[in-house]
Structures are given as structure tokens and as C-alpha cells.
């Protein structure tokens, strides 16, 4: 009975020190990471940073102190004590517009400042927002019986993006806003269009989705918008 309890006051003794051991240290200072991208999927538990995303972190002077590329960021990060900035951001910063053939893809940006201390665990948790807009289209039943062919145009800064139902272009917030337009052949060979129609309020992270009808009414193009968070799968290309 007395080798029982000795047991049991050992086992108990090792869970508080290892319990102890998550919350300080001695002669570190450790910050933990949690990195998602806002709208994504929830991410394994497993697995506390997402895998599409680097991070610098940049000293008091923002000089680049330290850098890790998307897929390699620990969770575990020992540093010094001072002023830290931690960027988390996906690598198309620069290159975003001309992915999926001109139409662009999500691009994610945040940046966080951090005090770190000699002895100190710092958690820190980054849901990491999208930092342009997507823009899809779509349109009314049995569209492809009455019509053979159509266009639909975007147009925002100095591109011009041409999708199809069930495709997304994205665009720039700092180009404020966009355009759209819509020609259509039916199966007599007639022609119709309405001439473009500007959208200037605009927010990043947001997906416009331009939603036509059979409306006649030239001034909208008989179109409803309809603004909802963008929430992306694994493919960029979905159906809306």
C-alpha cells in the first residue's frame, strides 16, 4: 500500500512539473505560433502553423532579423528580449495577379508587434486576412437554352479580366473598385450588352458575386449583388 502511494505522489510530481514546464522557462524567451488563414479551414490540431504561410520577423529597427519560408515555420520560436515584429504572409505578395491565367488568386498579409522577455512563453495567435477581393459571376437557369455564347468583362486599375460563370477574378482594394459588363449572343444570333457599371465600395476579403437575371433594366444590367465572405477551398476555381 505504501509503494502505491509513493506511485501515485511520484506520477502526480511529474504531471505538475511537466504542466510547468508549458508555462515558464528559465534564461529564454519563447514565443509560441498559431497561424491560420482567415476562412480556411479549421487546421488539424496537430499541425499549429499553416503550411501556406511564411513569417519574418523583423527587429525594433524592422530590419529582417529572421525568415521562414512557407511549410517550415516552427512553433517554437526562441528569441532575445526586445521589440519584435512578426509578418505572416503568403509568397504571391508581388505575383498574386498573374496567377490562374490573369484572374489572380488569394493573397494574405498580417503583422503583429511583440514585447519578449528573458524567462517568458508568449503565445501568439495570427488569423491572417485576405488582403484583396474576388469578384465571380452567375447566372440565371437554363441561360445556356436561350444563349450560345457570352462575355462577361471586369475591369479594375489597369486590368482587364474576362471570366466564366463559376469563376473568380481578384483585385486590388487600392485600385478602388471595379467594373463589370455583360454581352450575350442567343441562339438567333442576336446580340445584347449593357455598357460597364462601376462598383466603388468595395472591402478586402470579400467575395462580389454578380448575380444576373432576366431584368431589362439597362441601368444595372439586370444584376443583384450579393457580398459574402470568401471563403476558399483548395481550388480557386469553384462554383458559386
Sequence with gaps: ???????????????????????????????????????????????????????????????????????????????????????????NQTTWTDANEGKGEPCYFQEVSVEMEYDMVKRLQMCVPMTNYAVGLQLPALWD???????????????????QQGERAYFDVSDGGFSYALSATNTDGRTSSHSAIPITDIEAGKLYTLRYSYDSDATTGGVDIVITDDMETDDNNVNL
Design 1 to 91: 500500500m505504501r509503494r502505491l502511494l509513493y506511485m501515485l505522489l511520484s506520477l502526480t510530481l511529474l504531471a505538475a512539473c511537466q504542466q510547468d514546464e508549458l508555462q515558464t522557462v528559465q534564461d529564454e524567451a519563447v514565443l509560441l505560433l498559431d497561424l491560420e488563414r482567415m476562412g480556411r479551414p479549421t487546421m488539424a490540431v496537430t499541425r499549429a502553423c499553416d503550411a501556406d504561410l511564411a513569417v519574418d520577423i523583423l527587429d525594433a529597427d524592422r530590419a529582417l532579423y529572421r525568415h521562414y519560408d512557407a511549410g517550415s515555420v516552427p512553433q517554437k520560436i526562441v528569441l532575445e528580449p526586445g521589440t519584435f515584429v512578426i509578418q505572416a504572409y503568403t509568397d
Design 145 to 163: 437554352n436561350l444563349f450560345r455564347s457570352y462575355t462577361f468583362r471586369l475591369k479594375s486599375g489597369g486590368r482587364t479580366v474576362v471570366i
